[in-house]
């Protein structure tokens, strides 16, 4: 179980830093994948790359 933070997720995803701040504030992500700490979101690793290459978020479904 790997824990990222949102800078590493914008890093990966290519994407800016708010960008994932603001998907995660609007519960863009499911709550297996991210939860906020304190002030700061985190995100498991594993559970984002299943969630990013899942059918609902290829398709847009």
Do not use: H, W
């Amino acid at each position: 179980m790997t824990i990222i933070t949102t800078e590493e997720v914008a890093k990966m995803l290519r994407i800016d830093k708010r960008t994932v701040q603001r998907q995660a504030k609007e519960e863009y992500y499911p709550k297996n994948v991210c939860t906020k700490v304190g002030t700061q979101y985190r995100f498991l690793k594993e559970e984002l790359m299943k969630f990013l290459f899942s059918k609902e978020v290829i398709l847009g479904e």
